[in-house]
Nanobody, 115 residues
Framework: QVQLVESGGGLVQAGGSRRLTCAASGMFFSISVMGWYRQAPGKQRELVAQITRDGDTNYADSVKGRFTISRDNAKNMVYLQMNSLKPEDTAVYYC?????????WGQGTQVTVSS
């Protein structure tokens, strides 16, 4: 059974930084595509960043140049470094894994950016 546990959320001032962490278990982590999604109140869940097993990344236009996704296959961890945070980045952030079309979600961690 896949388990994804996010941590690192909280309240941060605009312009600040935050690092989210996702600990994965019960899966073939090293060959899974990992990602971070977010959902703001009243909005649909959207992809923030994704990283393949080979380390290839892609980002939403709204976070390019500010956010960095990375992974540590030895520790089964994926990270999202968020810099220059804006109030519009406020959302629940979810870790996501995809292995051959089978997807799993974490429970989410709230990030609130105050202006």
């Amino acid at each position: 059974q896949v388990q994804l546990v996010e941590s690192g959320g909280g309240l941060v001032q605009a312009g600040g930084s935050r690092r989210l962490t996702c600990a994965a278990s019960g899966m073939f982590f090293s060959i899974s595509v990992m990602g971070w999604y977010r959902q703001a109140p009243g909005k649909q869940r959207e992809l923030v960043a994704q990283i393949t097993r080979d380390g290839d990344t892609n980002y939403a236009d709204s976070v390019k140049g500010r956010f960095t996704i990375s992974r540590d296959n030895a520790k089964n961890m994926v990270y999202l470094q968020m810099n220059s945070l804006k109030p519009e980045d406020t959302a629940v952030y979810y870790c996501y894994s995809n292995l051959l079309g089978s997807g799993s979600w974490g429970q989410g961690t709230q990030v609130t950016v105050s202006s």
